[in-house]
């Protein structure tokens, strides 16, 4: 794990096949040409060999962009890959045996929607929570009320690894997201169902960079 595959955590991009008005790998390209920082593979219901293929080609694609590549769950598509990591829900496998297997040097990230489980989740030594969703969301409906982005603020204060905010977040609302406190964002149908992904991942990125700045300097 270095500073680059931290920072590039600002802008992820959640993949959700299904939502795309364009080819899937071609949307993928365009949200990192327009700024898109992390890639998070998430694909459900996909035969184990063609999951690996498609992995093997995101794989490629983020190289070429210096952008971090992390897989959802499957650790061994993650290895097969050389992925950059692994993000991890309450299905997936332990963390301590996850860890084990792909060592200190891959980004191990972990789904949360509370404050016990942000607290859970650093203190099994997670790089890096996913916390949401933040606001009404169609992939939560009826599952998970939103949390506001108050609830960002109150987490910093005991968790200090990067918390990457998730859930109906987009470019009218980022900004509030940022302000109080997310070290950066994770959005799947903001791009990926969008008409010009490209143009969408840029307007997201160019309201990040500014807090970024600010924090930095």
Same mark, same amino acid.
Not at 105 to 124: C, F, M, N, P, V
């Given at each position: 794990?270095?500073?680059?595959?931290?920072?590039?955590?600002?802008?992820?991009?959640?993949?959700?096949?299904?939502?795309?008005?364009?080819? /899937?790998?071609?949307?993928?390209?365009?949200?990192?040409?327009?700024?898109?920082?992390? *890639?998070?593979?998430?694909?459900?219901?996909? %035969?184990? $060999?063609?999951?690996?293929?498609?992995?093997?080609?995101?794989?490629? #694609?983020?190289?070429?962009?210096?952008?971090?590549?992390?897989?959802?769950?499957?650790?061994?598509?993650?290895?097969? #890959?050389?992925?950059?990591? =692994?993000?991890?829900?309450?299905?997936?496998?332990? /963390?301590? *045996?996850?860890?084990?297997?792909?060592?200190?040097?891959?980004?191990?990230?972990?789904?949360?929607?509370?404050?016990?489980?942000?607290?859970?989740?650093?203190?099994?030594?997670?790089?890096?929570?996913?916390?949401?969703?933040? /606001?009404?969301? %169609?992939?939560?409906?009826?599952?998970?009320? %939103?949390?506001?982005?108050?609830?960002?603020?109150?987490?910093?204060?005991? =968790?200090?690894?990067?918390?990457?905010?998730?859930?109906?977040? $987009?470019?009218?609302?980022?900004?509030? =997201?940022?302000?109080?406190?997310?070290?950066? *964002?994770? #959005?799947?149908?903001?791009?990926?169902?969008?008409?010009? %992904?490209?143009?969408?991942?840029?307007?997201?990125?160019?309201?990040? #960079?500014?807090?970024?700045?600010?924090?930095?300097?």
């Amino acid at each position: 794990m270095n500073g680059q595959q931290i920072n590039n955590l600002s802008l992820m991009l959640i993949t959700d096949r299904n939502l795309c008005k364009q080819s /899937f790998l071609h949307t993928i390209k365009l949200a990192l040409k327009g700024g898109a920082k992390t *890639i998070q593979l998430r694909e459900k219901g996909i %035969p184990t $060999h063609e999951l690996y293929c498609l992995a093997r080609e995101l794989r490629k #694609v983020t190289l070429e962009f210096h952008a971090n590549f992390i897989i959802n769950d499957r650790i061994d598509i993650a290895l097969a #890959v050389e992925a950059d990591g =692994v993000h991890l829900g309450w299905q997936s496998l332990p /963390f301590t *045996i996850v860890k084990r297997l792909i060592g200190s040097e891959k980004l191990i990230g972990i789904s949360t929607h509370s404050r016990q489980e942000a607290l859970q989740a650093r203190d099994y030594g997670a790089d890096y929570i996913t916390f949401g969703p933040i /606001f009404n969301t %169609p992939s939560k409906k009826g599952l998970l009320l %939103p949390l506001g982005t108050e609830t960002i603020r109150k987490l910093k204060n005991e =968790v200090k690894i990067p918390i990457i905010a998730l859930g109906g977040i $987009h470019k009218n609302n980022i900004e509030s =997201v940022l302000y109080d406190g997310a070290d950066g *964002i994770a #959005v799947i149908s903001s791009i990926m169902h969008d008409d010009n %992904p490209e143009e969408a991942a840029r307007c997201l990125y160019e309201k990040i #960079v500014p807090f970024k700045q600010f924090i930095n300097s």
